[in-house]
């Protein structure tokens, strides 16, 4: 199969500088699937990963306002939010946080992506809560949602301060190899 893909390059590569390489690359490692096969399925992930992030650098281009790419419009926003915990209710946050199973409400919120609660390693440290939304209307429809109000109200008592926050939307993106 590599073999094909390697074939398909060099009809329709051109003068493709990443399709050259990627060819060169591959015929270069193809005939390892027979000696150090899980070196090859090493270099094969690699391989779909490098033509995957080229993939979305073609078709959505780099993040930011610009004429190549997606508009910033038209890119997910983040609500990053601090929650000011007291030293002594971290766990009682925690542990309420999913017991009012705030990011199911939050899911069913339309426009709502994903989200995380993220404890502090350090104590004294805020709690923080990250959430990707389709657009600022999205995220905006959850703020003016009663439900979250009602969830918000029944947290304030742990807090030992202000909750604070705002929305981001990204400049730049990278995903590591571990998962």
């Not at 399709?19 to 000696?35: G, H, Q």
């Not at 601090?82 to 209710?89: L, S």
């Not at 905006?140 to 009663?146: I, K, R, S, V, Y």
């Amino acid at each position: 199969m590599i073999e094909g893909v390697s074939r398909l390059i060099e009809r329709l590569g051109g003068e493709d500088e990443f399709l050259r390489s990627s060819k060169d690359t591959i015929d270069r490692e193809k005939y390892n699937v027979m000696a150090a096969r899980e070196a090859f399925a090493a270099w094969l992930d690699e391989l779909l990963r490098g033509f995957s992030a080229e993939a979305k650098r073609r078709n959505l281009g780099p993040p930011g306002p610009g004429p190549v790419g997606t508009a910033a419009a038209d890119r997910p926003v983040h609500s990053v939010l601090r929650f000011p915990v007291r030293g002594d209710a971290a766990d009682e946050f925690a542990d309420g946080f999913g017991r009012l199973r705030v990011f199911e409400h939050a899911s069913r919120q339309p426009g709502f992506r994903a989200a995380r609660l993220l404890r502090p390693l350090a104590q004294g440290e805020p709690f923080l809560v990250v959430a990707e939304w389709d657009s600022l209307e999205a995220y905006d429809g959850w703020l003016e949602n009663p439900v979250r109000e009602r969830l918000a109200a029944e947290l304030q008592p742990l807090l030992g301060g202000d909750m604070a926050g705002g929305v981001y939307r990204a400049a730049f993106a990278a995903e590591g190899r571990s998962r």
